[in-house]
């Protein structure tokens, strides 16, 4: 069967993780953590809204995403399921240079969870958030990226 029992199909979601960033802006690429919070809720054993926040900090630059995700889940026995992600998004950048501004962005996102409880689960997941965004040394809007790697734990209520 597709489906496990140890994986609780309907419900509000918590999730917190933490991991690395890298973040790619045409002319530099930065590297940082990363940390998530996420809510969402589950409609089945398959689909998942999400409301999500992604903070990241290095030396250089900082971005924030703020995100609302379509979940694709497709659960394995044993207590493991896999998903995809995507969805809208909106992008807040700031650097020792420039000042904060704001763009639209679109994020994509894969992971594997286990869920060793009814409601409680670990995962390893990516993400990648694409916005356009100015650079200190242009003045031109880029498409630029965010990527992330992160480990989480989370909760369906």
């Known amino acids: 069967s597709s489906s496990d029992s140890r994986i609780r199909e309907k419900g509000v979601t918590l999730e917190i993780g933490g991991g690395y960033s890298l ?4 002319y530099t690429k930065d590297e940082g953590v990363l940390l998530n919070l ?9 689909i998942e809204v999400d409301l999500g926040q992604t903070w990241t900090a290095s030396f250089m630059e900082g971005v924030n995403i703020t995100s609302l995700t379509l979940k694709g889940i497709l659960p394995f026995e044993s207590g493991f399921l896999s998903y995809g992600k995507t969805g809208p998004g909106y992008a807040s950048a700031g650097s020792m240079v ?3 501004q704001g763009s639209f962005a679109w994020v994509f996102g894969l992971g594997l969870d286990y869920h060793f409880t009814e409601g409680f689960y670990v995962g390893l997941g990516g993400d990648v958030s694409l916005f356009k965004y100015k650079s200190a040394l242009s003045n031109v809007k880029k498409l630029n ?3 992330g790697a992160r480990a989480n734990i989370g909760y369906i209520f």
């Open 38 to 46: 996420q809510l969402g809720y589950k409609f089945n054993k398959n």
């Open 145 to 147: 990226s965010l990527w």
């Open 98 to 100: 420039n000042s904060d």
């Open 23 to 26: 973040w790619d802006d045409s």
